[in-house]
């Protein structure tokens, strides 16, 4: 109501519009200057003296027209104020022709007013009314709300995936680092275990030697003593005179007196031998327990599955290499066997951490990873790698390529290493793929669901190629 009756102040009563550069006149009513100017105009063209449209006086000499300066600014406050719509009647006006804005132009996307539709920019466009115009934007925006509101939905449900997984993350990283700080705290406990039973061995040895060399030592010391007693009697007879006491003085041979002195020379010295031997043999304990703690159960016991091996791949007997052989090896057909040169380990791991190492030929072209055992047996879609039911890296010359269903990423290392550590957390869904160079490489990770137990994959062609699970 209040914003109504100030624009009532505001209004000019020719125009009937917010005063634009109001005047004031003597008798101190206020117009638009330019409606006073054509008003004034008007009664000079019908012969008649000026006056004010208001109260009707006349001047016989057109008054001075003056801005008045707080009017106007207050006008033109009043019009910067953007109209609240809680009425009908409430509504903005045109910047050019300073009238309500009514229609709205569907070709320039623009809000006119009846002047712009008539004469002015906008003339013979097509129009409509701002209600009409505004229920359209509405029904758009509502369909733009259709498609959002399932965005956003899905939006947040990845922001609370990602949540979760840094929340798994967090966990993990939890369990690892008590896992790697147990471990070191293992690790250093059998180092100190056997720093002291080497340092033992080292002080039982050396009190033992000592006691020996001890008791040598007294032993010399008395026999010394006993040989400088009589030395000083000989010396004493060879400085005697008398002939006869010479002769008659009795003599034993001394022969067997040095026999101590022998003796030291053979005390054993410090078994250095035994004691790098317990070192080694301490150390080697430590770093294969150390190995199945990392990666859980180790592979120790992998071999090839004969009844898997493709007729041109020859499985040594010990079941540790394979090769491609020129000849046809004649093996009994099994449903299990394969129609391509590869061949899966007998071993499976349905579970848990594990890893083997493999090392293969420099020419040639092998793949080594791992299957699930429903792998197709026949043709080029039964290849590790080539399905997806099967993980692997290939080298082929001097290149490395990761696959699975036939997907390849080719790797930028350069083979410098013919071993290769196949690492598998099963959980975790990784299969790891590392060049045990110095130092040791990682060539790529899988990350999988897995379905089934995996068997390790190996794959040959050419007759020069070869690979042989390292025991």
Known sequence: MASAELRDELTCSICQDIYADPVTLPCGHNFCRGCIRRHWDWQKSIEEDPSCPECRQRYRIEPELITNEELDNIAKKFLSIPPKHDGPDMSWNCPVHNEPLKYHCCEDEACVCASCCLFGDHK???VELLSEASEKKKEKLRKVLEKLSPEREETERGAQRLQERRRKLEEKSAIETERVTALFRGIREELEALEKRLLSDISRQKEELTLTLTELIQQLEIKKDELSRKIRHIEELCNMADPL???????ESHGADFCGAEE?????DLDVGRISETLLTGLAGIV????GRIY????????LDTNTAGSHVSVSGDGKSASCSHTDQCYPQTPMRFQVPQVLSTRSFPSGRHYWEVEGSESGSWKVGAAYPSIERGGIESWIGENN???CLYRQRNNYSARHYSKVTNLP???????????????AGHLSFYELSEPIRHLHTFTASFTEPLHAAFWVWRHDAWVRISS
């Open 389 to 391: 039911k099967s993980w």
């Open 288 to 291: 294969t327990g150390l190995k």
């Open 245 to 251: 006491t010479v002769l008659q003085e009795q003599w």
């Open 413 to 427: 290392h350069v083979p410098s290493c013919s071993k290769i550590r196949i690492s598998l957390d099963y959980e």
């Open 124 to 126: 013979g466009h097509r």
């Open 296 to 303: 859980g159960q180790e592979a120790t016991e992998l071999v």
């Open 264 to 268: 030291a020379d053979n005390v054993d």
